[in-house]
C-alpha cells in the first residue's frame, strides 16, 4: 500500500527555516516525480516544487532560490527546506506521487504538513 | 509559466441536478488536463485525468472534456457526497510545472 507522512511542520517566525519530511512507502520515490503541493488557509492549491527520478528539481518563482526539494533514497524519504519564510508562505503543504501513467496526474498524496510562518 | 483559470469559483445546486466546471488554460496543454475532488481538511483525490479518462473507482457521473486550452468537468445525477472543492491541473509543462486553476466550490 502507497503511504506518504509528512512532519516537521510548526510555527517559524518570518526569515526564519523550516524542513518538511515526507516518508514514502509502498514504492521506491526515486523511480517516480515527486512533487510538493501547497494550499494557503481557505485558499487553492498552488503547486511547490517537483523532483524527477534523475534527481533534478524544479521550483515555481514563488520559492525559487528559497526553497530546497531532495530526497534520501536510502530512507525513501523526501526533504523540503524551507528559509527566508514570509508569512505568504503560511500553508498546509502536501508530498504527492505524480504518476506517468495518469499522464501526469497525481495519484497519491499525503495529509499534509501545516507551516505557520508568524511573529 | 501555463495559468490555469477555473469558471465559476464557486455554484449551488440540488440533488439530482448537473453542473459543469469550466478550466482553460493559458496556451494549448493538448489533453494534459486532470480534475481534483477535495473535501474539508482532506487531500484531494484524481477523479479525472488525460482531460477525460475516469480515475479507477470514480463513480460514472463524473465527466471530463476538452483539450487544447478548454476543459470541462461535468457531474451528472448529483449526490450530497459531491459537495467539495474541484481543482483542475495542468501537466503538461516542460519541465514540469503542476499549475492548478483557482478552485471550485461546489454545494449541495
Known amino acids: 500500500e502507497v503511504q506518504l507522512v509528512e512532519s516537521g511542520g510548526g510555527l517559524v517566525q518570518p526569515g526564519g527555516s523550516l524542513r518538511l519530511s515526507c516518508a514514502a512507502s509502498?514504492?521506491?520515490?526515486?523511480?517516480?516525480?515527486m512533487t510538493w503541493v501547497r494550499q494557503a488557509p481557505g485558499k487553492g492549491l498552488e503547486w511547490v516544487s517537483v523532483?524527477?527520478?534523475?534527481?533534478?528539481?524544479n521550483y515555481a518563482d514563488s520559492v525559487k532560490g528559497r526553497f530546497t526539494f531532495s530526497r534520501d533514497n536510502s530512507k525513501n524519504t523526501l526533504y523540503l527546506q524551507m528559509t527566508s519564510l514570509r508569512a505568504e508562505d503560511t500553508a498546509v503543504y502536501y508530498c504527492?506521487?505524480?504518476?506517468?501513467?495518469?499522464?501526469?496526474?497525481?495519484?497519491?498524496w499525503g495529509q499534509g504538513a501545516l507551516v505557520t510562518v508568524s511573529s | 509559466d501555463i495559468q490555469m483559470t477555473q469558471s465559476p469559483s464557486s455554484l449551488s445546486a440540488s440533488v439530482g441536478d448537473s453542473v459543469t466546471i469550466i478550466c482553460r488554460a493559458g496556451?494549448?496543454?493538448?489533453?494534459?488536463l486532470n480534475w481534483y475532488q477535495q473535501k474539508p481538511g482532506r487531500a484531494p483525490k484524481v477523479l479525472i485525468y488525460?482531460?477525460?479518462t475516469l480515475h479507477s473507482g470514480v463513480p460514472s457521473r463524473f465527466s471530463g472534456s476538452g483539450s487544447g486550452t478548454n476543459f470541462t468537468l461535468t457531474i451528472s445525477n448529483l449526490q450530497p457526497e459531491d459537495s467539495a472543492t474541484y481543482h483542475c491541473?495542468?501537466?503538461?509543462?516542460?519541465?514540469?510545472?503542476?499549475?492548478f486553476g483557482q478552485g471550485t466550490k461546489l454545494e449541495i
Open positions: 496556451q494549448r496543454i493538448s489533453f494534459y
Open positions: 491541473q495542468q501537466s503538461y509543462s516542460t519541465p514540469p510545472m503542476y499549475t
Open positions: 523532483i524527477y527520478d534523475s534527481g533534478s528539481t
Open positions: 509502498g514504492f521506491t520515490v526515486n523511480s517516480h516525480y
Open positions: 504527492a506521487k505524480v504518476s506517468a501513467i495518469l499522464k501526469g496526474a497525481i495519484d497519491y
Open positions: 488525460g482531460a477525460s
